[in-house]
């Protein structure tokens, strides 16, 4: 599913008019039946509603709905704020039939004194002061409204985005100034600023609905963010042949694990060899071989020289892809032999965990990196990897987005929607994971799943894609059947199978 931004919204919105045909104010009805259906199914007509509409269409829906409500016995209050006596024309109709309608208990046109209504535990507020087309931070009147109907202990519903919350970057805003709804009743497709873990206070409970704006319109418009659905990698998916050999399914390389920590290498391993790959390798340090040999036995051991740590780049020609980074150490002999071992792969790389505190520490070798080279931080990896800190989510995608471009590399940006910046600057964000997989070593199992899909033969992009949706979806499966509270990072690893199965059926 493609996001679009709040300009591309209104262009769609333009589009469908022209091509449909409907008419703007005829979609804005259509959009609010679907809102008022939301809100009817969820509360009775004993429950006041008080309704607080802005100047824009925004504000237009939110008198429809309150026509819709009202007409429908719900006891409504409607406060319009017209501050420039600008209402938009679709705002100006639906006013006009608000007061026609003569359902509403209160209607309160606002040109500049404003007492506010006393807003109780048992009422409903419906938030449609301002939409996708917000265009600076709230101040003033506004700002106070928001902060009262925040402190307030009625449940609010916004329409299509939380007044006061732009739709993408919101790293300048005030947030203060912020509707804190308990849902969200966006219209059509989600907003960008959604996917942020800091703007979960404003959406509260998410809900998206069909206001069907023209497919045609959506299908043309190009997008640089779209989010992953299980339609989008069915068609990605390899075939395996009848007669495949070992031999033709690829050979990973994976190169992790210091002395006490060769979970990481079991982890990264165990879920490369359950990702569809011929043969997997693990090159490790002396200590760790006994432990891998017994934890992995599908697993062919490169013993490293040294003890304790990964100190001797190994020879690549033989690989399909390498898997680099978990546990690996950040000792000097180890941070050189990884950049030895990165320079002279001539195969897909995958870099994860110390490998890439490795090149935050080694600033300078980043320009090394062979193109095309996947790197997967989470938000702190990614931190140390740029040198910046950030002041929210936006402004570290964004980051990420330039180094991408900058680099020609795939950066996944770990989190509850992990964030897959491509080369040519578009992102893909992933829709499958949960909660339960906030815990150590599930990036391991990550940086397994892609390695083994890319010696198995898949393309970087399509690698990183499916690698993101399969680790979610296990996740998902495992909290389905056992719960969130207590998964560990072995059990996405136990659940890929029928991750896999259930994208192939
Ligand atoms: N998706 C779709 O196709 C459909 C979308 N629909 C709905 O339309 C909504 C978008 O409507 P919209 O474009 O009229 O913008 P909206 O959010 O009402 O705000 C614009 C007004 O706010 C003002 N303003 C802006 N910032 C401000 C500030 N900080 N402080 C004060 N004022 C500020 C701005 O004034 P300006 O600054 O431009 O003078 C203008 O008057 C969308 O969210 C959805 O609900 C549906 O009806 C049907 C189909
Ligand atoms: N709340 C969450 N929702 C969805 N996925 C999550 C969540 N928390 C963690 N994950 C996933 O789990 C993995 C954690 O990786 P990482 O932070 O590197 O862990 P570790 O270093 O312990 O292996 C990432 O792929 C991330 O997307
Ligand atoms: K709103």
Same mark, same amino acid.
């Given at each position: ?36 259906? #939301? ?21 237009? @829906? ?11 016995? =719900?006891?409504?209050?409607? =406060?319009?704020?017209?501050?420039? *006596? ?41 938030? *449609? ?18 902060? =009262?109907?925040?402190?307030? !202990? ?10 006061? $919350?732009?739709?993408? @970057? ?24 959604? $996917? ?50 070992? *031999? ?10 210091? =002395?006490?920590? !060769? ?28 432990? $891998? ?23 690549? #020609? ?18 050189? #032999? ?134 979610? $979806?296990?996740?998902?499966? !495992? ?19 029928? #991750? ?6």
């Amino acid at each position: 599913m493609k996001i679009f931004t709040g300009a591309q919204i209104r262009e769609l919105d333009k589009y469908t008019i022209e091509h449909e045909p409907v008419k703007s104010i005829d979609l804005m009805e259509r959009a609010a039946k679907s809102i008022t259906h #939301a809100i009817t199914e969820t509360w009775s007509n004993g429950m006041p509603v008080i309704v607080f509409a802005g100047p824009g269409n925004n504000g237009g @829906d939110a008198l429809a709905v309150s026509r819709m409500l009202a007409e429908q016995k =719900y006891d409504v209050s409607v =406060y319009l704020f017209n501050i420039n *006596g600008n209402l938009s024309e679709d705002c100006k109709t639906n006013k006009q039939r608000l007061i026609e309608c003569r359902a509403v208990r209160k209607f309160d046109e606002v040109v500049n004194e404003f007492d506010p209504p006393k807003l109780e535990k048992n009422m409903l507020v419906i938030d *449609g002061l301002f939409g996708s087309g917000l265009n600076k931070p709230l101040a003033g009147g506004f700002a106070s409204l928001v902060k =009262y109907i925040n402190q307030s !202990a009625a449940t609010v519903v916004s329409i299509d985005v939380p007044s006061g $919350l732009m739709t993408e @970057d919101n790293t300048y805003n005030v947030r203060a100034n912020i509707i804190k709804a308990d849902l969200t009743l966006t219209l059509q497709n989600i907003k960008l600023s959604f $996917l942020f873990a800091e703007n979960q206070q404003f959406i509260g409970k998410l809900r998206m609905l069909d206001i069907r704006l023209s497919k045609e319109g959506m299908e043309q418009m190009t997008s640089h963010y779209r989010i992953l659905e299980e339609n989008d990698l069915r068609p990605r998916l390899l075939h395996r042949d009848c007669f495949a050999h070992k *031999g033709d399914m690829g050979h990973a390389l994976i190169v992790a694990g210091s =002395y006490g920590m !060769a979970g990481a290498a079991v982890l990264a391993t165990k879920a490369c060899l359950r990702s569809g790959v011929g043969k997997v390798t693990v090159c490790t340090p002396r200590r760790n071989n006994d432990i $891998l040999q017994m934890s992995v036995p599908e697993a062919i051991m490169h013993v490293d020289k040294e003890e304790t740590f990964f100190s001797e780049s190994v020879e690549t #020609a033989d690989y399909d892809a390498l898997g680099i980074g978990p546990g690996l150490g950040m000792q000097e002999g180890a941070a050189i #032999a990884f950049i030895s071992q990165v320079r002279r792969a001539q195969i897909p790389v995958v870099v994860d965990a110390d490998g890439l505190n490795i090149l935050a520490s080694h600033r300078a070798w980043l320009q090394q990196l062979p193109k095309g080279i996947i790197m997967t931080p989470h938000p702190r990896e990614f931190e140390r990897l740029s040198g910046n800190r950030f002041n929210d989510s936006y402004e570290r995608l964004s980051n990420a987005r330039d180094m991408a471009e900058h680099l020609q590399a795939y950066i996944i940006l770990k989190g509850h929607n992990s964030a897959l910046c491509m080369p040519d600057g578009n992102i893909v964000f992933n829709s499958t994971g949960n909660a339960g997989m906030a815990t150590a070593g599930s990036g391991d199992v990550l940086t397994g799943i892609i390695t083994g899909l890319l010696a198995r033969g898949y393309r970087q992009a399509d690698a990183c894609m499916l690698g993101m949706y399969l680790h979610g $979806l296990a996740g998902d499966l !495992a909290a389905k059947e056992i719960g969130m509270e207590s998964m560990v990072a072995g059990d996405i690893i136990r659940y890929l199978p029928k #991750a896999f199965r259930r994208l192939e059926d």
